[in-house]
């Protein structure tokens, strides 16, 4: 689960399949999903292999939210995403009952979301497995996030098969 939706004008999401710059969320989680589809985790690789990498992500079991339905306003600073965030729970609960199964794992992405929202989703069952903040790959966090959500990932690939 990330924050937001990009704004609609920026011609990106992490579904669309042609987006040039500024997909960071979508390469740095190829690169943690799949190392070696994700060709040998070069950028150009990873785009130009967007379609069938979108596809095993589905096909994987593996589905992003945002936490918010609409984009944050421009420049808005962390106290106002977490406000938005907060408001928007209710609607987010309910997509999550309704998309999601009792066992279904949720990951939260980004500081304003698990600030927000871990407390709340653990208050009503939901399965959410990060028990610490997992940045957002952008401005220089993407070794935080690639090391983070690889641990993650590895303690929850480990933790099934026993």
Known sequence: MAEAPPQLSSGRFFYYEDVKEKDGLFLEMMKCLYPKEAGVCMTSEIRKNKPKLLNKFQQDGFYL???CDYPMPENSSR???ENLVREAQPTLLHQIKTIARQETKVILIAAPVFSVNYLFLKANKINVINSEMIDFPG???QQKFQRKMSALLSE??????G
Do not use: Y
């Open 156 to 161: 929850f690939a480990t933790s099934s098969r």
């Open 139 to 141: 401005s220089g966090a």
């Open 65 to 67: 939210i945002d936490s």
């Open 79 to 81: 106290k106002q995403k």
